[in-house]
């Protein structure tokens, strides 16, 4: 199963490396639909490398286009998770956690029982919230479309989470080219980007869940 699991690996980072090499819209959009499904692949692959390209001064690509496209992207393949979880049921969702296959989409039972827990806790507003936490960000939509949520809910809260998010990231490849030589490859960008992309989450998740005391405490002082 692992030498299984380490040939699918081999085979992504040989699409990544493709990618990279031939960014445009296109890919953006696909690779954040895949991002939000069910399979794994980090947002932070793609969005900060195609930001950087968008400044580079003979590209064709736009930064505000890159974030609208990443988030476009995010949407479908938060649906797709949203409708095949409301469509097939708890025990089909939790069996395919429990299969091989599921396995090998680095998806198990504890994680969408996490993401089922936070959902729980946190209501409708988790699918904002848990856009911007790692290893959430991806399954949350399952307990949504699980628990039946409404859909222009849904939606609201995706777009915003996923946009902050969308942002985040564009403006680390933006800092990025501020930073490095002329030269670096979009492969490079990636692998810095790595390095910030999770911290930089937490902190925005952080600042998101003061506001919204913030306006609680207010809404509530007002009556």
């Not at 399979?39 to 390209?53: C, G, N």
Request: aromatic share 14%; proline share 4%.
């Amino acid at each position: 199963m692992e030498q299984l699991i380490d040939f699918v690996q081999q085979i992504l980072n040989y699409w990544i490396d493709f990618i990279l090499q031939n960014l445009n819209y296109w890919w953006v959009c696909i690779f954040m639909i895949i991002e939000s499904s069910f399979i794994p692949f980090p947002s932070e692959v793609i969005v900060p490398p195609a930001a950087f390209l968008s400044m580079l001064a003979d590209s064709p690509m736009n930064i505000f286009l890159v974030i609208v496209v990443a988030t476009i992207g995010a949407d479908l393949g938060a649906l797709i998770n949203y409708f095949l979880a409301k469509w097939l049921g708890r025990p089909i969702v939790y069996k395919f956690a429990d299969s091989r296959f599921g396995h090998m989409c680095l998806i198990d039972r504890a994680k969408v029982e996490h993401a089922e827990e936070y959902f729980r806790q946190h209501g409708a507003t988790s699918t904002f919230f848990g856009r911007l936490i790692p290893a959430v960000r991806q399954l949350i939509s399952i307990p949504a479309g699980l628990a039946g949520m409404r859909l222009d809910h849904f939606l609201l809260y995706t777009t915003l989470g996923a946009g902050i998010w969308n942002t985040v990231l564009a403006l680390i490849g933006y800092a990025i080219y501020t930073q490095v030589p002329a030269g670096t490859t979009t492969a490079q960008v990636a692998e810095i980007a790595k390095g910030y992309s999770h911290e930089i989450g937490y902190v925005i998740l952080g600042l998101a869940i003061v506001v919204v005391a913030v306006l609680i405490y207010k809404g509530r002082k007002k009556q």
